[in-house]
């Protein structure tokens, strides 16, 4: 058997509950993701995946991420200084790696600026570097219960697919009424049954390139984020992302009630394209 066999073999044991088959198969295996999930297996897998912000900042500035980051925030300030809005809210904001850089480069600025963020931690790396924010520490759900505010421009930047589906579509629908633009950077990731052997081995394919990307940073960032995540999505009860096809995206999107949605590519990446959704 192949690694990618072995290591999807792996995933499939570790979804049937049993964590010993999963940690031998792996072993087998030999791989660099082989070996960070048997490891990762030997612990007692009780991290959550925002529990090590510095796995997650290692993550988000390393590999891939330089280059899909940087052709984000240059659409986004493209279309602040297209759109001129003046009222703009991030939701899911992070540290601020797609808003800030998006705000230095635009020449218009919005009068009134809220980032939306559940992690004191990451907010804290936004707060100083957009001073003229109002920082809010709060999930989505949470933060769009607490008024009635509206807003000419909303984005969400690979942020929405934490949200379960229920729960966001019930924060699409909130939203429709309340922004005039709403933009989603997200993946189009492909279609399989659900912990299929099909989709195990494209799991495995993907992220043994993911992991490949970070060099010196790898162990950090399989350990602190990419595992958690993927074991998230293999065991389907513990799962923290909620991923679909673009055209999933933009069908929730219509369902909430946005009667223009388009789809353009943002840029390729280990997981799958990322493509930008503007709906309005």
Not at 30 to 50: F, K, T
Not at 135 to 150: K, N, P
Not at 208 to 235: H, M, T
């Amino acid at each position: 058997m192949t690694s990618i066999e072995l290591l999807a073999d792996a995933l499939a044991a570790y979804r049937s509950g049993d964590r010993e088959r999963a940690a031998e198969l792996a072993r087998r295996a030999g791989s660099p993701l082989a070996d960070e999930l048997r490891i990762h297996l030997a612990g007692d897998g009780s991290a959550a995946v925002y529990d090590r912000p510095e796995a997650f900042t290692a993550f988000i500035r390393g590999g891939g991420n330089v280059e899909l980051y940087r052709r984000l925030s240059e659409e986004l300030a493209a279309r602040y200084d297209s759109a001129k809005p003046e009222s703009l809210l991030d939701l899911g904001c992070g540290d601020g790696l797609a808003v800030v850089p998006a705000l230095e480069q635009a020449t218009h600025a919005p009068s009134r600026i809220d980032l939306v963020e559940p992690s004191a931690a990451l907010l804290d790396g936004v707060r100083e570097r957009v001073p003229a924010a109002t920082c809010w520490q709060a999930t989505a759900q949470e933060f769009l219960a607490r008024d009635d505010l509206g807003w000419d421009f909303t984005q969400s930047t690979f942020a929405l697919q934490s949200i379960e589906p229920e729960q966001r579509a019930d924060v699409l629908r909130t939203l429709q009424p309340r922004t005039g633009t709403l933009v989603l950077a997200e993946f189009d990731i492909p279609e399989f049954t659900e912990g299929s052997p099909e989709h195990l081995r494209s799991l495995v394919a993907r992220y043994e390139r993911g992991v490949a990307e970070y060099g010196a940073d790898a162990s950090l960032v399989a350990q602190g984020f990419l595992l958690p995540v993927l074991l998230g999505i293999v065991s389907g009860a513990e799962r923290t992302n909620w991923e679909h096809p673009a055209a999933v995206w933009a069908e929730q999107l219509r369902t909430a009630g946005f009667a223009q949605v388009d789809v353009e590519p943002l840029a390729d990446y280990w997981w799958s394209p990322a493509v930008l959704i503007t709906a309005c």
